[in-house]
């Protein structure tokens, strides 16, 4: 696990498929994946052109939505940490709760991360 490529809430973006399909150029899962999270989230504006990112944390480009909406990513960057589990109101955070309720695995990939 690359830990530069644990997002701010802990999600792994090694493993998401725009993280994937930017890495490898693929434009066939930028179009599948594309269909995915349009029908998912309601949201035709996601085309397979806007499946472009190199991860959370990273500096290069990032998809739309956790480069410019994302509420856990925003409220770090403001706060002035690397990611969450930096901050000392994270075990209270209904924030990041959106993320930790559903996916223990998140909270526990931000555990011991520098
Ligand atoms: S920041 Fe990029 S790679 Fe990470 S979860 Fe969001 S879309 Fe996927
Ligand atoms: S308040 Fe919540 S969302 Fe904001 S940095 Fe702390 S844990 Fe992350």
Redesign the pocket.
Known sequence: MNNKLI?CCG?N?ET?D??IATKNNDNALREKTAKKWAEMNNAPEITAETIN?T??RGTGV??Y??GHLCPIRKCAIEKGFDHCGLCPEMGNCETIMMIHGSNPDAKNNLCGLK
């Open positions: 997002a999600l973006c998401c725009a993280y990112c991860g959370c990032k998809f939505f956790c």
